[in-house]
């Protein structure tokens, strides 16, 4: 098993920063990958972006260029650095764990991007 609690949500400005973190425990040796979701309401949860236990990464379009995930590997922790944020980057982000018995996922955390 591995849980993963999420925090570093809010309300932002358009154009503000933020960045969420993810730390997770248990089974940690087992994780495959980690990647941030999120979900606006009405629409699906959609990936934004995950980083490999290799160090490598790929993200949506969408947030090429203002995003960017990195790890703590000490702390077992994963961040969501967001930049430039805008109005539709407004959903609740969820971060996720794969591991070799399935994938697991934090509660989530709001983020608000209006003015």
């Known amino acids: 098993q591995v849980q993963l609690v999420e925090s570093g949500g809010g309300l932002v400005q358009p154009g503000g920063s933020l960045r969420l973190s993810c730390a997770a425990s248990g089974s940690i040796f087992r994780i495959k990958a980690r990647g941030w979701y999120r979900q606006a309401p009405g629409k699906e949860r959609e990936l934004v972006g995950e980083i490999t236990r290799d160090g490598n990464t790929n993200y949506a379009d969408s947030v090429k260029g203002r995003f960017t995930i990195s790890r703590d590997n000490a702390k077992n922790t994963v961040y969501l650095q967001m930049n430039s944020l805008k109005p539709e980057d407004t959903a609740v982000y969820y971060c996720?764990?794969?591991?070799?018995?399935?994938?697991?996922w934090g509660q989530g955390t709001q983020v608000t991007v209006s003015s």
């Open positions: 996720n764990a794969i591991a070799a018995l399935g994938t697991y």
